[in-house]
């Protein structure tokens, strides 16, 4: 027997061993999707005692329609059949089995409770955020421009908005540069041509029949970088129809009437305040400057130094004037490395000495006669 037909024989032994693989994925297979949805998944509904155990086959069978990984489908399946096969048992009349799924069933009604509280909690604090930074229209205009039609100024602004102009930049960008090469294109087959055609008036026995760029084909060439240049001009002029975009009436209007709204809010704001109330503005206005009686006892210098020592920062004139007025700095080093304090003079001379020393090498060595790319003048 000759190696081609053992060769043949053996590979007809074991071929009936050999581990068959599908070529989709198992959840895409009609024998897992059949199964699981109208034996398992219904048997389930319909065998389950209770409704609380109705809800959490609902619930894990919702959960679990996206896994991908035959391991943790295995698991679950394994789960939803022994939870079948105790229902089935339960209807039998079988005692254990009763026992076994009323307490399951007292388990899961504590828990969907849970969960409904949680889901509520949830979603009030969710709508409570939402309230929070919601936008609100500021009075003021968005003006047009090649990224954004006219909108009204909203504050926070909206993160679609924001993200809008963003993609919009980058592709513009995008296609200004995609533009730029095919108009190079275009002129690299000008070029050739113009070459092809000096060459044939020179040897034209040899450019008889092997023209590339003759009258009919050069058409052909240049149509396709000429159609997506088109293109791409298409997409940048209605770029600035959108900045020349005027504001409509509709939108005018509810703009003005949001400065309203903004009035008469500021305007009961500040009744609200003399009528002795605490507001975020009272506060604000309080850490700005001291009381009254304070205020016109001092001096103009005592002033600008009070309006100086309630900046955030810490460092030079500003870090001067808060060490002046007995402030407590949070960062004292960068104070003292920008000023220079007298325990710190006799480093900052030693690194004065050697910039100096080394501009001095720099300066020698660039005038030396030589140096490379000296030129005597």
């Keep these: 027997m000759s190696n081609v037909a053992l060769r043949q024989n053996i590979a007809n032994a074991v071929s009936a061993l050999r581990r068959v693989r599908p070529r989709i994925p198992f959840y895409q297979l009609k024998a897992h999707t059949v199964p699981t949805k109208w034996s398992l998944y219904r048997g389930l509904l319909r065998a389950s005692p209770g409704e609380n155990i109705i809800w959490r086959v609902k619930w894990r069978f919702r959960r679990s329609m996206h896994l991908t990984s035959p391991t943790k ?32 069933d007292q388990l899961l009604a504590f828990r969907r409770k849970v969960i409904y509280w949680d889901k509520i909690y949830d979603e009030e604090a969710k709508w409570m955020e939402r309230m ?7 009075g003021g205009y968005l003006h047009p421009s090649l990224y954004n039609p006219p909108l009204p100024d909203l504050k926070p602004q909206p993160s679609h908005i924001s993200g809008m102009i963003i993609t919009r930049k980058r592709v513009r960008a995008r296609r200004i540069d995609d533009m730029a ?22 040897h034209p026995d040899n450019f008889s029949n092997t023209r590339v760029f003759s009258s009919t084909l050069r058409s052909e060439w240049e149509s396709i970088p000429k159609e997506h240049a088109d293109q791409l001009y298409a997409y940048i002029a209605r770029d600035h129809e959108r900045g020349e975009m005027k504001f409509t009436e509709e939108m005018i209007e509810m703009i003005r ?22 507001l975020k503005r009272t506060i604000k206005r309080a850490r700005a400057m ?5 205020w016109s006892m001092l001096t103009p210098e005592q002033r600008h130094e009070d309006y100086i020592g309630r900046l955030p920062s810490e460092a030079g004139y500003v870090a001067a004037i808060k060490r002046k007025r007995g402030q407590k700095l949070k960062d004292d080093k960068t104070w003292r490395l920008e000023e220079g304090l007298p325990e710190d003079q006799e480093r900052l001379d030693e690194m004065e000495a050697a910039i100096r020393e080394a501009n001095d090498r720099k300066r020698h060595n660039a005038h030396h006669p030589l140096a490379e790319g000296y030129t005597s003048a």
């Design 290 to 294: 001291p009381p009254g009686r304070v």
């Design 181 to 202: 090469w095919y108009v190079s294109i275009r002129e690299d087959l000008t070029q050739e041509a113009a070459f092809e055609d000096q060459l044939a008036k020179l």
């Design 73 to 104: 489908t295995r698991v679950q399946l394994e789960f939803a059949q022994h939870l079948l096969d105790t229902s089935l048992l339960a209807k039998t009349g079988n005692e254990r089995a009763k026992a076994v799924l009323a307490r399951y």
């Design 257 to 278: 009437g949001a400065r309203r709204d903004k009035i008469a809010n500021k305007t009961r704001e500040r009744e609200r305040e003399r009528r002795g109330e605490i």
């Design 132 to 138: 929070r930074n919601r936008p609100i229209m500021t």
